[in-house]
C-alpha cells in the first residue's frame, strides 16, 4: 500500500502570499485570520499538519481544516464563520447514520489505511469513499453522529480495541462486530 502524501496546502500565488503574511504578522485583525493565514503559510512551506500543530499550539484537526478548507475555496477561509454546517441533516444519505455503524465490521485496512485502528478521521474518509455522507464530514459530526446511537467515542475506542466488540445500536440491540 502507498504511503499517503501529507496534506498541503495548494500553490500560493503572490497576491495571496503577500495578503497571508500581512495577517500573519498583524496585530490589526482577528486571532482566527492571523492563526489560519500562519498556517496556511507554514504548511506552504512544506511542514505537515502535525508539525505545523505542534509549532502554532493548535490541533491538528484545525490545522487540516484550514488547509482543506482553503484548498477548496480560497482568500474567503480567513473570515471566521459559524463552525457548525449550516445543514447537518444533508450531510448523511438516507439511513447514513445507521449504515456507519456498518463501517466497525472491517477494519481500517479494509478501506485502504495503513492503521489498523479507527480514528473519528478515518471513519470519516472511509463513510465518504462509502457514500454514506455526501462530503468529506469533520471527526465531530462522526462523534455527533456516534452520539445519536447512544455511543460515546471514548467508551467505544475501548470496545474496538477488543478481538470482538459488541456495540449498543439506535434501538439499544447489541450488535457484535468481529474485525477481519
Known amino acids: 500500500m502507498a504511503k499517503q502524501q501529507p496534506l498541503m496546502v495548494r500553490t500560493l500565488s503572490g497576491e495571496e502570499r503577500t ?37 502554532l499550539g493548535v490541533d491538528d484537526e484545525t490545522v487540516r481544516r484550514a488547509i482543506r478548507a482553503f484548498n477548496e475555496r480560497g482568500m ?8 457548525k454546517p449550516k445543514c447537518p441533516r444533508e ?12 463501517i466497525f ?3 481500517p485496512t479494509h478501506y485502504g489505511f495503513d492503521s489498523g485502528n479507527w480514528t473519528l ?11 454514506i455522507t455526501t462530503s468529506r464530514v469533520s471527526d465531530e459530526t462522526i462523534r455527533s453522529a456516534l452520539v445519536r446511537h447512544g455511543i460515546k467515542w ?16 439506535a434501538n439499544r440491540r447489541i450488535i457484535t462486530i468481529q474485525q477481519r
Open 154 to 169: 471514548s467508551h467505544f475506542k475501548r470496545l474496538l480495541r477488543r478481538e470482538c466488540h459488541t456495540i449498543p445500536s
Open 91 to 102: 450531510l448523511f444519505i438516507a439511513g447514513g447514520r445507521e449504515a456507519l455503524l456498518a
Open 76 to 83: 474567503p477561509v480567513l473570515i471566521e464563520g459559524s463552525p
Open 19 to 55: 495578503t497571508l503574511e500581512i495577517f500573519a504578522q498583524s496585530n490589526g485583525c482577528s486571532s482566527f485570520t492571523g492563526r489560519r493565514s500562519r498556517i496556511l503559510l507554514t504548511s506552504s512551506q512544506g511542514k505537515a499538519p502535525l508539525q505545523i500543530a505542534t509549532d
Open 121 to 131: 478521521e478515518l471513519i470519516a474518509d472511509a463513510a465518504f469513499a462509502e457514500g
Open 105 to 107: 465490521h472491517r477494519s
